[in-house]
T-cell receptor
Framework: DSGVTQTPKHLITATGQRVTLRCSPR?????VYWYQQSLDQGLQFLIQ???????AKGNILERFSAQQFPDLHSELNLSSLELGDSALYFC????????????FGSGTRLTVV | GQNIDQPTEMTATEGAIVQINCTYQ??????LFWYQQHAGEAPTFLSY????GLEEKGRFSSFLSRSKGYSYLLLKELQMKDSASYLC????????????FGKGTSLLVT
């Protein structure tokens, strides 16, 4: 158990629908990062939050949004889903110092049918 | 932006040594990381380099040359369980210190 909790583990939904993925960071970690991993693209950075505020944006589609709540958990909202959104979605958290990598959660496997 | 390149696949023999290379181009380099990822699982942190040179951690070592935009991960005494994908990632000041990953090198130990 890495200490980063993601729910649900698996999600199957239809095209056009909206889903919410949830992440609880490790205790004490203020930063949360969302990544998408598909077979052909590798791990793609989507968005980062630090202590409730958006810190950096990567290749995140306008149909996707995220937020970090006062208790530091984060949610990634995916709307108007397309078949190509099927992927593993990882959340990671980190301490503030530069010498440590991220700790990843076990991911949510999203299948859009 | 960033460009991170690493070989797609490598094969090595149990007990041998393998070197996985990574080259990168970035404007605000702030560290290079290596992660291991088994299929369908979360990436796990292996090593971190921010200064030039070699960092050793048990059977794994990682090297960095900032002037050449080059790193490698060295795995010694290979074991079957080392079969996995190895991800090179660069942290960039100019993108909020987010980690940007290469596509990974799939290593098969036979």
């Amino acid at each position: 158990d890495s200490g980063v909790t993601q729910t649900p583990k698996h999600l199957i939904t239809a095209t056009g629908q909206r889903v919410t993925l949830r992440c609880s960071p490790r205790s004490g970690d203020l930063s949360v990062y969302w990544y998408q991993q598909s077979l052909d693209q590798g791990l793609q950075f989507l968005i980062q939050y630090y202590n409730g505020e958006e810190r950096a944006k990567g290749n995140i589609l306008e149909r996707f949004s995220a937020q970090q709540f006062p208790d530091l958990h984060s949610e990634l909202n995916l709307s108007s889903l397309e078949l190509g959104d099927s992927a593993l979605y990882f959340c990671a958290s980190s301490v503030a110092g530069p010498n440590y990598g991220y700790t990843f959660g076990s991911g949510t496997r999203l299948t859009v049918v | 932006g960033q460009n991170i390149d690493q070989p797609t696949e490598m094969t090595a023999t149990e007990g041998a040594i393998v070197q996985i290379n990574c080259t990168y181009q970035t404007s605000g380099f702030n560290g290079l990381f290596w992660y291991q990822q088994h299929a369908g699982e979360a990436p796990t942190f292996l090593s971190y380099n921010v200064l030039d040179g070699l960092e050793e951690k048990g059977r794994f070592s990682s090297f960095l040359s900032r002037s050449k935009g080059y790193s490698y991960l060295l795995l010694k005494e290979l074991q079957m369980k080392d079969s996995a994908s190895y991800l090179c990632a660069v942290r960039d000041r100019d993108s909020g210190y987010a980690l940007n990953f290469g596509k990974g090198t799939s290593l098969l130990v036979t």
